[in-house]
Nanobody, 121 residues
Framework: QVQLVESGGGLVQAGGSLRLSCTAS????????MGWYRQAPEKQRELVAR???????NYADAVKGRFTISRDNAKNTAYLQINSLKPEDTAVYYC???????????????WGQGTQVTVSS
């Protein structure tokens, strides 16, 4: 059993900042990549940011320069620092983890329940 818990969402004004956290717990042997996705109303879920075990990062063009993903492997936690928020950033943000529960298990994707980010103009 693997549980992902996100926190840090909320209602903020345009130009403000938020820091999202995602912590993995339960029966997990190892974690590979971690990432953040978001889904706005009436839109498809999209990748926002991703970070590998080695620290390599990828960002969606819309968030480059404003969002920063990081991780603390000792805490099995990923963070997403969001600055200069825009109304179009409003969405449910989901944590995604690539990992395995045993050394001999295949890697699989795990998802959190999501945290709401709402940006007012």
């Amino acid at each position: 059993q693997v549980q992902l818990v996100e926190s840090g969402g909320g209602l903020v004004q345009a130009g403000g900042s938020l820091r999202l956290s995602c912590t993995a717990s339960g029966s997990i042997f190892s974690i590979n990549a971690m990432g953040w996705y978001r889904q706005a109303p009436e839109k498809q879920r999209e990748l926002v940011a991703r970070i590998s075990t080695g620290g390599s990062t990828n960002y969606a063009d819309a968030v480059k320069g404003r969002f920063t993903i990081s991780r603390d492997n000792a805490k099995n936690t990923a963070y997403l620092q969001i600055n200069s928020l825009k109304p179009e950033d409003t969405a449910v943000y989901y944590c995604n983890v690539e990992g395995r529960v045993r050394s001999y298990s295949s890697e699989r994707m795990y998802w959190g329940q999501g945290t709401q980010v709402t940006v007012s103009s």
